[in-house]
Every structure is written in structure tokens, then in C-alpha cells.
């Protein structure tokens, strides 16, 4: 089943909306015929729809009130934990495969290491997913959205809740750039997509406007996102450097993978700039007045 299409409908409100797009992504995920031999996909579909659950209910958040937020964003959180079971190994294998090396003597690493983390994700992979419960976490979720009341207008409540994430991932953006720490990468991340899919949603609101800096999103959590991968994969090595070949083996990979994550912040930076170059007051009120003459 083809992931759904988030967004908005013309002259549709703010409730209607969110209430539709909420069915229809659970539905995704949650309907039997979606299961497919391929176990890997399904689980890959469910983490993206969670994410997307959750950037919705951030969004939304200024008319929930702190107790419905709270409540339900970490019933959203619980869900993605209990599918983490394989994606550590998943992502360390996958990332060093793509990880581009210099010479024979970093490729000879690079073969000595894999293997072991081949084994790593199978048996990561052997123990079983708790589908059902994060299924019956997504429910529950459908129906405590069913029930909401809104406080504020929808207009307020766009403007109020853009603001708090553009402005909450260009604060993220300037400590990631000034510290270089790959804990400020990582929350920037999160904020990356999350605007990214809240813009997805708003886009039939400002179409010009919103789709330019989707598309700069899009680039921008490719690029943070491989950043975060690295991150991963580094951590799997340093944890236990003994297991894949010894220290001085573990560190040529890690030489690789430092010489990448400085080329994919270079690069990250300018694109970010451009995302987050307006006031946050300013872009939500801008996005506000659009939400009106639609």
C-alpha cells in the first residue's frame, strides 16, 4: 500500500484535516492487507507514520493543551521504541556499505568490519517486532484524535504552532553550526523533519512559497540524516572495537567517516540558512494570512 498523501484540502478545516490525513496514515499501517513477506518495509512504513503522527500533533499543540499533548506524543514515542529493535545494527551495516574509502588498505578494513555487523543486525532481526501493540497504540491515538476540541482559531492555531517549531529548529540550526557537537546535529535533525512534514501538510495553504522550502527540507534532512547515520555507525564501532578487528581497524573507518560528516555539514549549512533565513514571528504570520484567503 502506497504511503498516503498528507496534506490539505481547499477551504477544508484545520480539524477536518488533520482528522482525515490522521485515518488515513494509520490506516496504512494498520490495515492486514498491508503485511508484506518482506518484514523489513511494513516496520519501515510504520516508524515514518509515527514520525508524521507526531509532527501533526506538534503542530497542533498550541489547541491540545500541555496534558492531551504529552499523553499522546509519548504514547507515539513508546511505539517507535518498541520498533528499534534492529535499527541500529540496520543503519551501522547500511552506512558503512555506502561509505566511500580513499584506498585498498580502508577498503580491507571496511571488509574486515562488515561481516561482523551483518551478524549483528540478523540477530537483532531474529527477536520478535511488537507489530500488534504499536498497531493498537495507533488506535488509540485515532480515536483520542476523534475527540479532540480545538481551542483558538485555525488561524491562530497554525501561526502559533509554525512558530514554535521553525523557531525551535533555527535555535537548533545556529548550535549545531557554532558547536559542531553531534548531539546539536541530532535535535536539529528531529526539527528538520518535523517542519518538513508539517510544511507537506500546510502546502496547499502558501503552494509557492511552502513547496521551495519543502524541497530545501527534503535536501537538507538527506544531508543530516546520513550526518546522523555516520554518528551511528561510529558509535558502533568505538563501542566495542575489539569485536570488528581491533582498535587500529576501527579507527581507519573512523577517519572515513570523520572526512564525510565535515563534508555533509559544509554542505547542510548554507541549505539551512536559506530554510530559517526569516524571523519566526514573521514566516507564521506570513503562512496565517495565506491560511485566511485560501
Known amino acids: 500500500m502506497k504511503s498516503p498523501n ?24 494498520t490495515d492486514d492487507s498491508v503485511r508484506s513477506r518482506n518484514q523489513h518495509q511494513p516496520i519501515h512504513r510504520i516508524r515514518t507514520t509515527i514520525k ?93 484524535f476523534q475527540q479532540l476540541k480545538f481551542r483558538g482559531t485555525d488561524e491562530e492555531i497554525i501561526e ?17 553550526i557554532q558547536t559542531g557537537k ?34 530545501r527540507l527534503s535536501k537538507l534532512q538527506d544531508r543530516i540524516g546520513l550526518d546522523h547515520d555516520l554518528i551511528v555507525l561510529r558509535a558502533e564501532l568505538e563501542k566495542t572495537p575489539e569485536a570488528f578487528g581491533g582498535r587500529e581497524a576501527v579507527q581507519d573507518i573512523v577517519s572515513c567517516i570523520d572526512r564525510q560528516t565535515r563534508k555533509l555539514r559544509i554542505a547542510a549549512e548554507p541549505l539551512g540558512r536559506k530554510i530559517w533565513r526569516q524571523k519566526p514571528r514573521h514566516f507564521s504570520q506570513s503562512l496565517g494570512r495565506h491560511w485566511c484567503k485560501r
Open 52 to 144: 508524521r503522527l507526531r509532527a501533526l500533533l506538534r503542530l497542533i499543540r498550541p489547541a491540545v493543551g500541555t496534558v492531551f499533548f504529552d499523553r499522546e506524543n509519548e504514547r507515539l514515542r513508546t511505539a517507535a521504541r518498541l520498533l528499534s529493535f534492529a535499527r541500529d545494527s540496520e543503519v551501522a551495516r547500511d552506512t558503512l556499505k555506502a561509505l566511500p574509502v580513499s584506498d585498498e588498505f580502508d577498503r580491507r578494513a571496511l571488509q574486515a568490519v562488515l561481516p561482523v555487523l551483518e551478524k549483528r543486525v540478523e540477530r537483532a532481526k531474529a527477536k520478535e517486532p511488537h507489530i500488534t501493540e504499536v498497531k493498537q497504540r495507533l488506535e488509540q491515538t485515532r480515536r483520542s
Open 6 to 29: 498528507v496534506s490539505l484540502r481547499r477551504h477544508e478545516t484545520l480539524r477536518r484535516a488533520l482528522l482525515r490525513n490522521a485515518d488515513a496514515l494509520i490506516d496504512s499501517v
Open 160 to 176: 502559533t504552532g509554525i512558530r514554535r517549531v521553525y523557531r525551535q529548529g533555527r535555535r537548533r540550526m545556529k548550535t549545531a
Open 182 to 215: 553531534d548531539s546539536a546535529y541530532h535535535r536539529w535533525r528531529i526539527r528538520t523533519k518535523n517542519l518538513y512534514y508539517e510544511l507537506q501538510f500546510l502546502e496547499p495553504v502558501w503552494p509557492k512559497q511552502l513547496h521551495r522550502m519543502i524541497s
